[in-house]
């Protein structure tokens, strides 16, 4: 048995989607069962790293009412912590389950770092993952506790981006 291992993107700059999904792509190539759970995710249609990965036979499930406020300044904290709640139980399931080999939380750090769950949620995770299953979690802000736990961190740093200039985010390139 091949022992699975826990994988962190963080950091405040582009890319941690995009590496998490190009793991989630090597993985389908070999044969891995792999499926993506997306947190704090816009309401509206599905980002191309989305697409592209149902192309691959890869599973992703967004989990709804969980839009932030950064998408939707109407959004109660209290709903959106409720949805949260629901959603960590469900990904707990999926983790138990031995279905996949390769699970990746997407934007899980920020929901820790935003007050939206906890880390005992992140523990329970944690404790609740087969040997065998490789754990990837993405996301601004990863807890302390999670990186000393982690087999790998990695950390995106933002040195400069179009947004500084005006630009604003572009179909294909950041979503």
Not at 165 to 172: F, L, P, Q
Request: hydrophobic share 40%; proline share 3%.
């Amino acid at each position: 048995m091949t022992k699975g291992l826990i994988h962190v993107y963080t950091g405040d700059g582009k890319g941690k989607t995009t590496a998490s999904f190009g793991l989630a792509v090597r993985a389908a190539g070999h044969g891995m069962r792999v499926l993506v759970l997306q947190f704090l995710k816009s309401r509206i249609g599905n980002a191309g790293e989305v697409r592209a990965a149902k192309k691959c036979g890869i599973k992703t499930i967004k989990f709804k009412r969980q839009t932030t406020p950064l998408f939707d300044p109407a959004v109660k904290k209290s709903d959106l912590k409720k949805a949260v709640k629901e959603a960590i139980a469900d990904s707990i399931e999926h983790i138990r389950s031995g279905k996949y080999d390769l699970i990746i939380l997407e934007e899980f750090n920020n929901l820790i770092s935003n007050g939206y769950a906890t880390l005992s949620d992140m523990k329970k995770i944690l404790q609740e993952k087969p040997d065998d299953l490789e754990l990837v979690f993405t996301g601004r802000d990863a807890p302390e506790e999670l990186i000393e736990q982690a087999d790998y961190v990695t950390e995106m740093r933002m040195i400069k981006h179009p947004a500084e200039n005006g630009i604003m985010a572009r179909e294909g390139i950041e979503y």
